[in-house]
């Protein structure tokens, strides 16, 4: 039983969630860019007023782990370290797919997605990377992982063998509407949210399943590459 501030910033979505007891009770959420830096003090600091909770007060503070956006993980995790440097609390770090993954089926169980064959059904959540590449894991219905985390260069051959099998393969995130066609899948309209993080979140901290503050660093999965741009070479 646990009162935990969960942080994700992996995506263009920036997502500030308050939980109590596996329970999200106030949200923060824009999705107009990468402008996290200055957005996720601002939800942290409108979430703790509005619930009249003082930081010292939490419980631990959570954090999407990536895979996703370099940059945007960067700020995630070096605000969500910041704050429990500041206050003693412990880290819990979310899979930002599995995350994703739980907002799917806290959809379906709410009659939000209407999806065939749900029970056997193979969620592959995707956070886009670039061109036809992205972050991916699948998972089972009841959002248990069947197989590891990968970048992939989604083709017609991609997941083929599983594809075959399952009843349905249900593709959603930031990289699945460029996909889904190549893939003959389900799309879902699902976005990074706290809200996967919640129940996540409760169970990690009842376990005690806490990461380093002062070693913990976000699951890049690829090496963050600096481009020249176009621009600038042809000014030389």
Known sequence: MALILCIETGTDICSVGLVQDGELISLRESDSGRDHAKRVATFVDEILKLNNIQPEELDAVAVGEGPGSYTGLRIGVSFAKGLCYGTGKPLIAVSSLAALTAVAIEDYQAGILDIENWDEALLCPMIDARRMEVYTQLFDSKGAPQSDISAEVITEQ???????????????????????????????????????????????????????????????????????????????
Do not use: Q
């Open 158 to 236: 991609s997941f083929a063998a599983v594809r075959s099998s399952a009843k349905n393969f249900v593709v959603f995130g930031s990289g699945a509407a460029k996909c889904c066609e190549t893939l003959g899948a389900t799309l879902v309209d699902i976005a990074p949210s706290v809200r996967g993080m919640a129940r996540i979140a409760e169970s990690k901290y009842n376990s005690r399943e806490f990461v380093d503050v002062a070693y913990f660093e976000p699951y890049y999965l690829k090496d963050f590459v600096v481009t020249t741009s176009k621009k600038n070479l042809l000014a030389k």
